[in-house]
């Protein structure tokens, strides 16, 4: 991420009639973030970006689950509510995505880990089949190195060293091993968006580069030098740590059970 996001500033054409765009995705972040006034949080990056930027203080998504908010984000519209929102438009496609209008105007698109619901677009039992693609005519190139995690459904739901969710209940939900960033999952997504981002920042056509960064969705799982800033911060109690009363509904989760 603090190489991703080092690379912003040198790459860029903002005063291009056509500029390049990147676009930084990162899975389940609130606003906890120094930036926005969470003095505990460490976030020198992010917070660099931001004062470089424009900050948003009132901002609302589509839905709070992964799919149908990023089928609003990629395609300017409201869509059904489950994970495979994007799956079910690609059968009838009549607009066309974000994406894939950068891509009629001469850019070349590529998206890197989870921009979409399924990091590298794709469906199947381990979401590496070529033949279901989740947003056709989109992207020039759509990657998910995978790595030790074997396939994109274990790179997305993986721990350090390649170690893959078989079972829910049988896998920590926090975990920080010492190492590079290259143990866990983000980490050779990151580099393969470097390498992209040199590819498209040297040829002649603007691009619209995508990239998805898995963490903080569960598992909690980074390199234990990310933790060291925080083992002496006081965190605020939960202030609501009990289910509410009165509920109508109460969603389980797949991925604490």
Known sequence: ???LLTSLFLVGAAAAKTPNVLLIC??????ELNCYGVDYIKSPHIDTLAA????????????????????????GQYGPGGNGALFARAKNIKHPSLPAHFRKNGYTTVSVGKVSHHPGGRGGSDWDDNTKIEMPE????????????????????????????????????????EGGDEIYPDGIAVDETLKQLDLVAADKKPFFLATGILRPHLPFGAPAKYLEPYKSAKLPKT???????????????????
């Open 52 to 75: 470089k930027g424009r900050i948003f203080s009132h901002h609302y998504v589509q839905s709070p689950t992964c799919g149908a908010s990023r089928y609003t984000l990629l395609t």
């Open 239 to 257: 202030p609501h740590p009990k289910k509410p009363e009165g509920k109508t509904t109460w969603h389980g989760s797949g991925e604490f059970m």
């Open 1 to 3: 991420m603090i190489k």
């Open 26 to 31: 990162i899975d389940d972040l609130r606003p």
């Open 138 to 177: 989109s992207w020039d190139r759509h990657l998910l190195p995978a790595g030790k995690w074997q396939h994109p459904r274990g790179w997305m739901h993986g721990l350090a060293n390649g170690e893959i969710r078989k079972n829910a209940k049988d896998m920590d939900l926090f975990q920080a091993l």
